[in-house]
């Protein structure tokens, strides 16, 4: 079975400083990885993914996220928070073998405070 | 412009009442997913189909059909059966099972 954890329901960040959501994950086999961003009442949009490579992975609007193996984390940075990020941010995991069902995080509230 | 349309926005349906919500897709995607977003609980899939007149059950299946006879096309059927379809519903496609998702912007769905 797959799993996916975001353990924080909301991060509170003042404009302008570093932003860092958590998320872990549990697989059987090699994970492929995903940040997904959504707007109220609206749907997701993809921000990033992780496949095989480099363990740094950057996406859409100054967003990255790093790959950790040993500690199965994947979590979602940004160098300089903007109030427009302020946002529900989810972790999503797909297992690469078998079929590949994907599995959400219950997702995380982001508030930047200007 | 190419996406992934839903309708309606939003949905009122009375008790005892069947109602079908629409997707549509003009990315060529051959998988298509529908999910259920309650507050707190993240995404939850109901069906998923990965080929035309093929569609699997996901892990909330009771209560909802779906049909795929076309590959642009994925409604969805709530039917009286489903005993708490208030949410938000969400349709997504990819081009594969392994690739990242294109979502619409939503149904709610509203029991009245």
């Known amino acids: 079975a797959q799993s996916v954890a975001q353990p924080e329901d909301q991060v509170n960040v003042a404009e302008g400083n570093p932003l860092t959501v958590k998320c872990t994950y549990s697989v059987s086999g090699n994970p492929y990885l995903f940040w997904y961003v959504q707007y109220p009442n609206r749907g997701l949009q993809f921000l990033l993914k992780y496949i095989t490579g480099d363990n740094l992975v950057k996406g859409s609007y100054g967003f990255e996220a790093e790959f950790n193996k040993s500690q199965t984390s994947f979590h979602l940075k940004k160098p300089s928070a903007l109030v427009s990020d302020s946002a529900l941010y989810f972790c999503a995991v797909i297992y690469s073998g078998g079929y590949q069902k994907v599995t959400f995080g219950t997702g995380t509230k982001l508030q930047v405070i200007p | 412009d190419g996406g992934i349309t839903q309708s309606p926005k939003y949905l009122f349906r009375k008790e005892g009442q069947n109602v079908t919500l629409s997707c549509e897709q003009n990315?060529?995607?051959?998988?298509m997913y529908w999910y259920r977003q309650d507050p707190g609980q993240g995404l939850r899939l109901i069906y998923y189909?990965?080929?035309?007149?093929?569609?699997q059950k996901g892990d909330i299946a009771e209560g909802y059909s779906v049909s795929r006879e076309k590959k642009e096309s994925f409604p969805l059927t709530v039917t009286s059966a489903q005993k708490n379809p208030t949410a938000f519903y969400l349709c997504a496609s990819s081009k594969t099972g392994r690739t990242e998702a294109f979502f619409g912007q939503g149904t709610r769905l509203t029991v009245v």
């Open positions: 990315l060529n995607h051959d998988a």
């Open positions: 189909s990965q080929i035309v007149n093929d569609f």
